[in-house]
Nanobody
Framework: QVQLVESGGGLVQPGGSLRLSCKASGSTFSVYTAGWYRQAPGKQRELVAHISWSGSINYADPVKGRFTISRDNVEKTVNLQMNSLKPEDTAVYYC?????????WGQGTQVTVSS
């Protein structure tokens, strides 16, 4: 069992930056693929970025070059540095961890990009 708690969301102006953090507790975090998804109003939840246990990273096309995902298996955290934010990045951001048939979600944190 893994529990995930996100922090770091908020309101930022276009072009600004935010850093999201996800703290995991419970089972062995290091074996999990960890990542961030987002869901905007009226839209389906979509992948933002994920990082495997070995450090392999995948980004969604809309965030490439602007967002950076990282993880610390000792601290059991996965972070998302978001730069050059755009209004279309506005969404609830969810932390995710999965391994084989196990799939866990955080409660979500709101990111709003607006002037």
């Amino acid at each position: 069992q893994v529990q995930l708690v996100e922090s770091g969301g908020g309101l930022v102006q276009p072009g600004g930056s935010l850093r999201l953090s996800c703290k995991a507790s419970g089972s062995t975090f290091s074996v999990y693929t960890a990542g961030w998804y987002r869901q905007a109003p009226g839209k389906q939840r979509e992948l933002v970025a994920h990082i495997s246990w070995s450090g392999s990273i995948n980004y969604a096309d809309p965030v490439k070059g602007r967002f950076t995902i990282s993880r610390d298996n000792v601290e059991k955290t996965v972070n998302l540095q978001m730069n050059s934010l755009k209004p279309e990045d506005t969404a609830v951001y969810y932390c995710n961890a999965h391994f084989r048939t196990q799939n866990y979600w955080g409660q979500g944190t709101q990111v709003t990009v607006s002037s």
